[in-house]
């Protein structure tokens, strides 16, 4: 294999990779701080994508989607969380799944009612158009785009976490609820707040993605899967372990198509398996930030 | 331009929404004769199951499209038997579980008294083996794999149409004529993709020996919706030309995401058996309608049917009233759907009854026509000795909406690229996978 | 019947899981495995093998059994969400399986056309090909099994894994190995739903991947939520009302998700004892209590 398209799966992996890392740091961001697995997280990126492709095709402009469809995908999960999820924040594990499975449903439904059944395809704009060439190798541009957005997204959490007083709000809240809300965090507030980030970040994902692939219904099963695999990989609850996770997928996905065509999806449970039994708090530990 | 296109816009969406909504009992007295006898007239049932939703949906509601439009006609004129025609259509998701489900419904629940459908071969599969228990029969008039004849086969199943043997010999003739020897294949990972590849390459090699399969092929998922890993290993592995079975919305998404790659100038020649039928142009055109992203010089079977082709007085009639009609091109599934309902009505006019058994025996032997072709059942495995058209895109601004067009068609006759009985004999009695099947090759 | 065939067998599918869920305190989120591996096992007997449902069917469960005592001996050594986890991991790797191993099992069009052959009892044949007789079929085998369930579920083992659901570590010291009786509860809980899968295939004639995929392991979870998880037949009134939901809803909309998204929301903020719970508590007066933690 040549350089050039040893390079080309690479940036593909890393490509795939950036957009798993952003969905899947704002589903471990929401386990990490409220301790509540979100089945309904794919439905936010699903909805990014088809905010983007309506979006596009009203306004003609791409940029608009990328401001504004994750916004309205945080003002959706804001929704959620007070009406939905609040009431459940004490009940077990079960319901919490069985829960957001039904709002997994609901959402699917109203896109389904919002958007029909065909499938929708997004061009990414003009000037991401076309390919570069880097290191002697040709590659979309648009992917370049979603790299250097993944990198901005990570440094962005990651001064919001260590650097930020809302920061250590979260990270002291994830610790322990009870000792924060002693020391005068409104808890509750907070807990809104996060889970608006993390579907902001689903849905930004999903606006990423959507030049990438086909849109269309389904994309909610399928990625809440894989992002679940990530954070399991990568520790519930930690950012870096998302990021991890995440490299390792995109590279899998890639790769794999290429090396191990017949079985490339099931290495990545596998591996979930073996840091369940080996370490089941994951590569990173289970601490935010 | 703007009127005619978002009329068909409209349509289409609305089509889209309605298809989002459970089957709707249509057509039921719409004609003219003496209303009492008319209205009192037990209907008689059309069950149809479509892929109304999913990466295929335009394929579904073709299919509702051409068989609404034959109903509708067939009511016009006095009806069957002088019964009307009532139509209710399913939608099968691309899933084979409710392909099952839905063929039972239609019969038990609606009390469908015959079924027509199924664009995604898996999904038939599935279904045809509770037709024996339901006692129905089933018209096929888009899933194309060779099993649904041959392994799978039992005597309620038709199939009005060209499958992908059949197909895949009219692409081995074009392909042979071409210089290129290494050939590779992207295609959806499941029987019909198979078939349709090992089919073609099967033909090709025995017309021109020296070809060469190669082993690096591309086989991603039905609805994958990523494809760019996949088309980056075929461009490394340097073939001369690319068969591809990939059909319906997966080809819109791989011809978009390639070009960014430059696969249609770095490939030597790309023959699709599917990809490019009426739905694949729309979704690809762009600019209103004036221009396209497809490139000039594909070569594609538009799956059995090009609207422009043949031209001769009747096709170009049916044509014009299915556009005024629905404001679209009719999509081969709507030809083939069409041809269903007349193809029922012949064989159930013959017998003069709707009891299931005395139909499959007028029809087994029938010769029936469809807006473009005229075309014969076979007997012994119900499938359809028919014409395949091949031509290639070339731009062409007068096609409303596409601005492309599928030109310089041959059609490959009927008889010389059917599969002979011995073979399809052979194949069912001894459960053996088809010959061609060493051709696919995954890694 | 059609409708009640299947629900027959998920009804064995939910109370089966529900043996180490709600009476042993697991919650498992990849059951769909030995559902899917009982169902593609004894189709495959069925159709290239022998066509006999009894030996189908018995290899069907074997293999589902086994699958469920190696999966099992893995994931019981984790606790609560990890075991949720790592049981969705393996279900999920079965499904990557029966989808990829295509010359086996057909690939994504899955296996098709299995065959209803009739039963053989030496003296005479029952057949199974019409719906009605297929559904009796299902009943019988279905009461059977239950029965059997209920009996181990009312049974000294059966009060042994309820007290090993509510305090693992107390019980320790009673000398009890937990381990061991969280395994063989899976290992029993394999083996009703590989059974259940087993009647799936001749059921519907032909079987596809997604059997397998984590949305099926999803199913018995919510019928036993909603029916209710601390009485053994509650699970069977969860999968009726699912079912039904399912059935009835579809049949007007395609919307069906909607409708039974808001139920399952309706049920979690309003009635988490499930349906049975609830009643059960109305009549009793006295409390079930939730889910053990």
Redesign the interface.
């Known amino acids: ?2 350089f050039s ?1 040893f390079f ?2 690479f940036l ?1 992996g890393l490509t795939n990779a950036m957009t798993f890392f952003i969905i899947a740091s704002g589903l471990t961001l929401i386990y990490g701080v409220l301790r509540i ?1 979100n089945l309904a997280h794919g439905s936010f990126f699903m909805l990014g994508a088809f905010f983007t492709f309506q979006l596009t095709h009203w306004l003609g402009n791409f940029w608009y989607a990328l401001i504004f469809a994750p916004f309205i995908c945080a003002v959706a999960g804001v929704l959620m969380e007070r009406i ?1 999820i609040r ?2 924040y004490g ?5 919490q ?3 957001t ?10 896109v ?2 919002f958007w ?4 929708r ?1 997004v ?1 990414e704009p003009q000037v991401l ?3 570069m060439n880097i290191l002697g190798t ?1 590659y ?1 541009r648009y992917n370049f785009f979603v790299i250097i957005i993944g990198i901005l997204v990570g440094i962005f959490i990651w001064i919001l976490l260590t650097k930020t007083r809302f920061g250590k709000m979260i990270r002291a809240s994830s610790s322990d609820r009870e000792v924060a809300n002693g020391l005068g965090i409104n808890v509750p507030w907070l807990y809104t707040a996060v889970f608006g980030i993390g579907a902001w970040l689903a849905g930004l994902s999903g606006v990423l993605a959507a030049p ?3 849109i ?4 909610d ?1 399928h990625t809440i ?1 894989e992002a ?2 990530i954070v ?1 990989i990568g520790g ?1 609850g930690s950012i870096p372990g998302a990021l991890i996770g995440s490299l390792l997928l995109g590279q899998l ?2 790769f794999g ?2 090396y ?4 490339e ?2 290495f990545m ?2 591996f ?2 073996i840091i ?2 080996i370490r ?1 708090k994951g590569l990173l530990g289970e601490e935010v930030g | 331009m703007s009127k005619k296109v978002s009329r068909r816009k409209f349509l289409k ?1 609305a089509g ?2 309605g ?2 909504m459970i089957g709707v009992p249509l057509l039921k007295g719409v004609s003219r004769g003496p209303s009492n006898a008319w209205a009192a007239a037990k209907p008689i049932k059309f069950g149809g199951i479509y892929s ?4 295929v ?2 394929w579904g509601k073709a299919g509702q499209q051409g068989a609404m439009m034959a109903a509708m006609e067939i009511n016009q004129a006095g009806g069957i038997l002088k019964r009307p025609v009532e139509c209710k259509f399913e ?1 099968d998701a691309c899933n084979p579980e409710f392909g099952v489900r839905k063929t039972r419904r239609l019969v038990l629940d609606w009390g469908a008294d015959f079924l027509h459908g199924f664009n995604h071969s898996g999904v038939a599969l599935s279904a045809v083996p509770v037709l024996p228990e339901l006692k129905r029969m089933l018209l096929i008039p888009c899933a194309s794999s060779p099993a649904i004849t041959t392994e799978a086969f039992n005597k309620y199943v038709f199939r009005p149409r060209a499958n992908v043997y059949q197909s895949g010999a009219a692409a081995g003739v074009i392909a042979s004529k071409m210089p290129h020897k290494k050939w590779t294949v992207i295609g959806p990972d499941y029987s019909f993709g198979w078939d349709a590849w090992g089919a073609f390459f099967y033909h090709l090699q025995k017309r021109k020996p020296d070809v060469e399969c190669m082993q690096i092929q ?2 991603p998922k039905f ?1 994958a ?2 494809f ?3 088309i ?2 075929l461009l ?1 592995a340097k073939p001369d030309a690319v068969y591809t079975p990939l059909w319906g ?2 080809f ?2 791989f011809l ?2 390639a070009k ?3 696969f249609f100038e770095k490939i030597g020649a790309v023959i699709t058996e599917g990809g490019l039928a009426v739905d694949g142009f729309y ?1 690809l055109s762009t600019k209103g309608g004036t221009e396209s992203e497809v490139p000039e010089g594909v070569w594609g079977a538009a799956h059995g049917y090009w609207f422009d082709h043949p031209k001769t007085e009747k096709n170009q009639k049916w044509v014009e009233k299915f556009m005024s009609i629905y404001g679209e091109y009719p999509h081969n599934v709507a030809h083939d759907a069409y041809g269903c309902m007349y193809l029922y009505k012949k064989a159930i006019e013959k017998v003069k009854s709707i009891n299931t058994d005395a139909v499959i025996e007028a029809m087994e032997t029938m010769e029936f026509d469809t807006p473009g072709y005229a075309r014969k059942m076979r007997k012994e495995d119900h499938s359809a000795v028919c014409e395949v058209p091949y031509g290639f895109t070339k731009k062409d601004p007068e096609k409303v909406g596409i601005a492309m067009n599928l030109v310089d068609i041959r059609d490959a006759p009927g008889k010389d690229v059917i599969e002979p009985i011995e073979d399809v004999l052979e194949r069912r009695a001894k459960r053996t996978p088809p010959p061609w099947m060493k051709y696919v090759i ?2 | 019947m059609v409708f009640l065939n299947e629900m027959l067998i998920m009804i064995l599918f939910a109370i089966s899981f529900n043996l180490l ?1 709600g009476y042993t305190g697991l ?1 498992s ?1 990849g059951h769909a495995a030995f559902f899917s591996i009982g169902s593609y096992v004894a189709g495959l007997v069925l159709l290239h093998i022998y066509p006999s449902i009894p030996l189908a069917f018995a290899i069907g469960v074997v293999a589902a059994t086994l699958a469920a005592w190696i999966i099992g001996y ?1 994931c019981v ?2 606790d ?3 075991f ?3 049981t ?3 279900g ?2 079965v499904h ?2 029966v989808w ?1 191993w295509d010359r086996l099992t057909g690939g994504a069009d899955g296996l098709v056309n299995i065959p209803r052959p009739p039963l053989n009892f030496l003296l005479f044949q029952v057949d199974l090909s019409s719906i009605a007789s297929y559904y009796y079929f299902t009943l019988i085998l279905v009461a059977i099994s239950l029965y059997v369930l209920w009996v181990i579920v009312n049974s000294h083992f059966g009060l042994t894994l309820r007290a090993v659901r509510e305090n693992s570590e107390r019980i320790q010291f009673v000398g009890i190995n937990v381990r061991r009786y969280r395994l063989i509860s899976f290992v029993i809980s394999g083996f009703f739903c590989g059974l259940a899968g087993a009647l799936f295939g001749p059921f519907l004639k032909s079987i596809t991947p997604s059997i397998a995929f ?2 099926k392991s ?1 199913e018995p ?2 019928m036993s ?1 909603l029916g209710g998880t601390k009485i053994f037949l509650a699970p069977a009134v969860g999968s009726v009302i699912f079912m039904y939901l399912k059935e009835i809803i579809s049949g007007y909309t ?5 409708y ?6 309706g ?3 309003f009635l ?1 004892g499930g349906i049975v719970g609830f009643l059960y508590e109305k009549l009793k007066g006295r409390r079930l209590g ?4």
């Open positions: 294999m040549t398209t080309a799966f593909n697995l939905f009431p459940v009940l077990p594990i079960p319901f799944l069985l829960l499975f039904g709002l997994m449903l609901l959402i699917a439904d109203i389904r009612i029909g059944v065909a499938f395809t061009t158009s076309g390919t040709s979309p990438l692939r086909s269309m219904l389904e994309m099963v899967i679940f695999a399991v519930l996905n890639s198509t290429l191990i065509p017949r079985f999806m099931a449970y596998v979930m398996a369940l039994l089941p | 969406d889209l929404f298809a989002g109304l939703s999913g990466v949906a335009a939608d591309a086989w609805a919706g990523d760019t890993s996949y980056v290993k490394e919305g997966d819109v998404t978009k995401q960014r790659y430059g979704a995954k890694g | 869920f919650l989120f893995l050594r984790l609560e969400i990890y949720a986890m790592l969705l991991a393996f999920m790797m990557t399986i990829k984590w949305t999803a979870v919510f939520l395609e919307l069906w998700m909607l039974l998204g808001a139920i399952l929301i049920f979690v903020l988490p939730g889910l053990a933690e």
